[in-house]
């Protein structure tokens, strides 16, 4: 019975995308008993999960690859950005050069996590009925694993077929020639709505806010290409821990008025060439900081934009005169033909600031204008309860009985976005309170994964049984969440950077903004002077391992 010899596990990943891979490797390395459970069928967390047409990554080859040494070597990389289907491929590669999926038990599904003291270990139950008592619980679930799907009146009557885009089925759905309607203009939406734009018979766009969208500029990457950028990788991962935004390139080093017009304007030309998130993680250092410099960025945004659309009403819809929030302060998405989308005879574009939604009928979505929208396909491209539900959706109870959704009912408190208190020996990556929203996602896991290896390894070696944040350290992680002004404008925007596109859940910041590279200084901080802020079990004075 495998299960019967992983009663009584070291540790416990779950997740199979990027973190928990990176966990496994590690800890077995070290040569501790360590499984993944994963709720899904192959590797790839969201990647495997989201399966809409046209999804693919926003970061750029090469930072969104591990950084591993075994890894980066052979893989041949198509585009510059790539698709999920690429990304599904690469994690089989993944798996062909560690061996990943023998310790992984795939549809398993964690539904309970509930913390014995007197023993010192988790027991996590799941849906398929595993009962598991592992040291350590590492949960890398990600920041998108629980959707959104408002609640549409008469979504329930719809005749045509409807998904969720992060429920997109396996087998696909035919959209060529049919009358499809895309609700939302996130990441997703804008990506089905290129995707769908050219195929259907009729697309109809319903949007709340506009997306401002950057050029992604794509480019299928040739082999000889690849051959030379191998050779940069090394550099590329070392700087990509030095920025703020886990890239290789930083900021502006320059406040956005100290330049002259002209410097300006040849800067943005120049990132705006470059394409993906050189414009925004290139710009000027006071831009998510400083309105009247942000309302420049935006006018530069905002002319580029409207010069690829032909219908004056259109402009004013995808790209307004008046930024309904600064540029930035929604994540910008990464397009391609988006724009030239909205010129197309079969597009029709919904403002719901004009005319909201009213109700999902048989035939398709009635809005507030009394007209009905018929479709064959509805595209929910509206999110998810971001950061925060990924781990609130399993029942995770620590030390006094509380659960995680019970002590974050008030707001969120953790320590360094990783660890909390009362919930000793868990740790998760790429989570709420660290730079998630504002880091490229491997350079972060990396660093998150670097920094909870290490503090295992140092419980192992010690026989320490287990670590507990201190209240105080929690109260002051979530004070420098809270105050740090880095990118003070992202409070200005109704996003799921601070819960605000969930309705009834708290709207405060729920992301890190000091940066990637000044996080991994603070966590590495502690760390080296003996985990400050912690202590473990047996040790009466905190910090003292
Ligand atoms: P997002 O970025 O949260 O986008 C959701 C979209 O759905 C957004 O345009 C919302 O408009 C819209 N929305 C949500 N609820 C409604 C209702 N009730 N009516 C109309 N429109 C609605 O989710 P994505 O999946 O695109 O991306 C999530 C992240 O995952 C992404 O940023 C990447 O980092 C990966 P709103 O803006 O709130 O007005």
Redesign the pocket.
Known sequence: NPLHSINELDVLVVGAGFSGIYQLYHIRKLGYSVKIFEAASDLGG?WFNNNYPGCRV?SDHPHYQFSLPELWGDFTWKERYPSARELRDYFQYVDRKLDVKNDVFFDTRVVAAHFDEAISRWIVTTEQGHVVRPRFLVLCVGF?SKS?T?Q?KGLEKFKGIWYH??HWPKDDVELTNKRVGV????????QVIQEAGPIASHLTV????P?MALPMRQKVLESKMQEEQRMLNPSIFRRSRQTGGGFSFERYPKSLFSATPEERLLYWEDTWAQGGFHFTASNFNDFLMDEAANREVYSFWRDKVRNRILDPKLQEILAPTVPPHPLGA??C?LEQSYYEVFNQPNVTLID?NQTD?SEVTSKGVTTTNGIEHELDVLVL????D?LTGSLTQIDIRGVDGISISEKWANGVYTNLGMTCTNFPNMFFIYGVQAPT?FANGPTLIEIQGDWVVRCIKHMMENDLKAIYATPEAEAEWRGLVINTGYRALINRA???YVGA?IPGKIVEPLNYTGGVNKYLEIIEGIADRGYEGFYFNGCSSPGKG
Not at 183 to 190: D, H, L, N, P, R
């Open positions: 969201v926003d998108a959104y408002p549409f885009t992060a609700i939302g203009t996130g990441a997703s939406g804008v319903f949007q709340r806010t997306n929604k994540r998405s719901l939604i491209a509206t999110g998810f971001s929203a109704k996003s799921w596109n």
